[in-house]
């Protein structure tokens, strides 16, 4: 008979008490956070000013535009984006950390969040300990890395070449990804299916690479150094730390040196804490150097997951006692645990989970997991011995390549099971965490001998049908809570007919919701990925129309990431657009999703529930690629909604012939100066036009909106919304109800 172990030890408040100070800290310094994101940069006053700026580059990625600066005179973190390289699109240059730049350009003041659910830059600044940015002119390298910064930039040399030697570009861009947490090479839409397929996690540097690398550092000490000493302990630390200077100090990577170091100082102790006590201790040495670290997701996620693991692992084990080889119970284990934990955060930052995450996790981890320790001992090993090396390296393809095709093959097999919640509210958060509270303590109770399994299997075998209902009950109430969790933190519920004009930089973009749940898209913005994260905001899974007034860039950018996340049932371009090469990727795009191709050549209708959309192909005569558009007139609740797109003076005098009212006005090409005249504006006050929109980027090149045009509106009583001075503009347009405009400055205010 086995013997039978003591109950697992509870969780007691006298015990893990560096948890209970981590929480109180924490609570504190969220009250604090308004105060110190209020406490003005010393730069303040320049904003907007040329200056000249001497620093040393604290953070750099080869092929980001973009890097961290740290001045010399202030000592103060600046953000600085990069000029391109050569003058083009091209591509920028590449300063590696601890170099020495004088740098001469314009200082501005970082964004707050522009549209619902889009990204905010003044806090993702402020959590790299930056609250200014500088728009660079002129860079000059005064002095190359020295000392350990010079030894980590020889290293990552050191690594490139390698890596190009043995492997092929594809497989390049994947080690680096996965060794150094570089993913601004990798393709793209790759990285985009990653991500809704729940796995993109495994190319932020986490715990496994962190051990790795230490363990690798102690092998070294110890073939040199063959006697233990305590010199060991400081070897490790600098290994780490070195290897986190590598990977650029993300927060996953710390978080893993700071538990491993703590628990190598804890083992000379009696009582070593709890591991979670350690998780503690490493978040507050973080927030202490850096408190808004909180805003970062990849901080949420490393130590949340953590967390769920040090606390869910042992109890989902042995729940998961009918898998026969303890490897795969393991793993499962880990996918299953990271999974759930990592599902509320996943929600409130991205707006969608993926319900097949937790099976391509036991996929894709345990390769990720014999992947990551190859690629450390092929570089190292390559360096010593070059022959083993380079053998090392032809085992490490084998699985990079089944780590780059099996997500396509898999995401076009079964699906990426991707879910989008919309933004979570506070119902859900709480929800959540309370069936978390309960599902730990749940299994906790039923943890009460080590041979639960063998008596769960005997009774499964004697007592069948008992048994098998017992864990049918246990699967219908996961079933049921997941039904009703996805149920809360779903917020695609439309408070009425609603007309958002997005702030997409110096581009064009308009959404509208319908009170009976219809979403139609005008045209997709200059940007790639605010569309598709204002959809994923409002938790939209499908969309009845896509309406592309012409091709250009800055009205189908963001397109292309749309249809990848959310179906559309139609695809409406004027007929010759269609046939323009920059417009090809779009429409392969929606053929591959199932959207259906409508090219109008005169008009067409498209019927909504409570009403309708006309769509016109005007000529305006001219010889450019643009000069035959797609014109849209919304009809909805007694409203007229016009968006000419970039139509000339001659189209639109056209489109608004042919309107008997006019409501809304779309000020075509951004209020460009010869987009309209006095005249046009003067038919628009007949029409009965009461609110002109203008969609242009903040302080834009172009001058947009032009002041004549504002005259012009002004002078014909028409009032005006732009989203360069006020972000997203969303109008109400129901019917009998009080109409209301709001903006993204009057949510955020002034931060904008």
């Not at 590449?94 to 969040?113: D, E, F, T």
């Not at 990798?186 to 962190?210: C, E, K, N, P, W």
């Not at 703590?262 to 000379?268: D, E, G, V």
């Not at 450019?624 to 609740?637: G, K």
């Amino acid at each position: 008979m086995k013997n039978i172990q003591e109950p697992a030890p509870r969780y007691y408040y006298r015990e893990h008490r560096m948890v209970y100070l981590a929480v109180i800290f924490i609570a504190g310094l969220i009250c604090l956070m308004p105060v110190l994101e209020r406490t003005p940069s010393v730069m303040e006053e320049d904003i907007g000013k040329t200056r000249t700026v001497y620093g040393t580059v604290q953070e750099s990625r080869e092929g980001n535009s973009y890097l961290w600066l740290r001045l010399d005179d202030v000592q103060e973190v600046v953000y600085v984006a990069l000029p391109h390289a050569g003058g083009d699109d091209t591509g920028t240059k590449w300063y590696p950390a601890g170099s020495k730049l004088k740098v001469v350009g314009s200082l501005a003041k970082p964004q707050g969040r522009r549209n619902p659910g889009g990204f905010d830059e003044a806090r993702w600044l402020l959590s790299k300990k930056a609250k200014i940015k500088l728009h660079a002119e002129e860079i000059q390298v005064i002095r190359n890395p020295q000392g350990i910064w010079k030894l980590s930039w020889l290293v990552q040399c050191q690594i490139k070449q390698t890596a190009e030697r043995f492997l092929t570009e594809e497989q390049n861009h994947l080690a680096m990804a996965l060794l150094l947490g570089e993913k601004q090479k990798l393709d793209q839409s790759f990285y985009r299916m990653t991500q809704r397929m729940g796995i993109a996690h495994i190319f932020a540097v986490s715990g496994l690479h962190v051990g790795f690398a230490g363990a690798i550092f102690l092998c070294l000490f110890r073939i040199i150094h063959r006697e233990r000493s305590r010199v060991s302990f400081f070897v490790l630390a600098a290994g780490l730390g070195f290897y986190c200077m590598l990977s650029g100090f993300a927060p996953s990577a710390l978080r893993a040196a700071f538990m491993i170091l703590l628990a190598a100082m804890a083992m000379r102790l009696l009582r070593p804490p709890a591991p979670v006590d350690f998780l503690a201790l490493a978040a507050v040495l973080l927030l202490l150097d850096n408190p808004f670290l909180l805003y970062q997701a990849g901080f949420q996620l490393s130590f949340g997951v953590t967390l769920c693991l040090l606390l869910f692992i042992q109890p989902v084990q042995k729940q998961l006692w009918f898998i026969k080889w303890r490897w795969l119970r393991d793993s499962a284990a880990v996918s299953l645990t990271a999974s759930l934990g990592s599902i509320p955060l996943t929600a409130w930052h991205f707006y969608t989970v993926s319900l097949l995450a937790p099976l391509y996790n036991l996929f894709f981890v345990p390769i990720v997991s014999i992947l990551v320790p190859l690629l450390l001992i092929a570089f190292f090993g390559s360096l010593l011995f070059p022959a083993a090396g380079e053998l090392l390296f032809r085992a490490a393809e084998i699985l990079l390549d089944l780590l780059y095709h099996a997500p396509v093959f898999l995401s076009e097999l079964i699906g990426d099971g991707q879910f989008c919640t919309g933004k979570p509210g506070w119902l859900a958060v709480i929800f959540y965490m309370l069936f978390l509270n309960f599902f730990w303590h749940g299994l906790n109770y039923e943890q009460k001998t080590e041979n639960m399994r063998y008596e769960i299997k005997t009774e499964i075998k004697t007592e069948t049908k008992k048994g098998v209902k017992k864990y049918i009950r246990k699967a219908a109430a996961v079933c049921f809570f997941m039904a009703v969790f996805f149920a809360v933190f779903s917020t695609n519920i439309s408070g009425g007919n609603e007309l958002l004009y997005l702030d997409t930089g110096q581009g064009s973009c308009a959404l509208l919701r319908t009170e009976a749940g219809e979403t139609i898209v005008f045209d997709g913005g200059a940007q790639e990925r605010e569309l598709a994260s204002v959809l994923a905001w409002y938790g939209i899974q499908e969309i009845k129309a896509v309406i592309v007034s012409h091709g250009d860039k800055d009205h189908i950018s963001g397109i292309l990431q749309m249809l990848e996340m959310v179906p559309a049932e139609y695809l409406c371009m004027e007929k010759t657009q269609t046939q323009r090469e920059d417009v090809m990727p779009v429409l392969l795009a929606a053929e591959a999703g199932g959207t259906k191709i409508k090219p109008v050549e005169k008009e067409a209708r498209l019927a909504l529930a409570e009403g309708e959309i006309v769509l016109k192909a005007i000529d305006d005569g001219g010889a450019e690629t643009n000069s035959r558009e797609l014109a849209s007139v919304l009809y909805l609740a007694q409203q007229v909604a016009v968006f000419p797109g970039d139509l000339g003076i001659k189209g639109i005098r056209k489109l608004i012939d042919g309107q008997k009212q006019i409501t809304i006005w779309t000020v075509p090409h951004h209020g460009s100066r010869f987009s309209a005249d006095e005249e046009i504006y003067m038919r628009l006050k007949e029409k009965g036009a009461r609110l002109a929109v203008v969609s242009a980027g903040q302080n834009n090149r172009y001058g947009h909106p032009h002041q004549e045009v504002l005259e012009y509106l002004n002078a014909s009583h028409i009032a005006v919304h732009r989203t360069d001075l006020e972000g997203a503009v969303c109008l109400n347009l129901n019917e009998g109800k009080k109409s209301r405009i709001e903006t993204s400055k009057s949510i955020y205010g002034d931060n904008l």
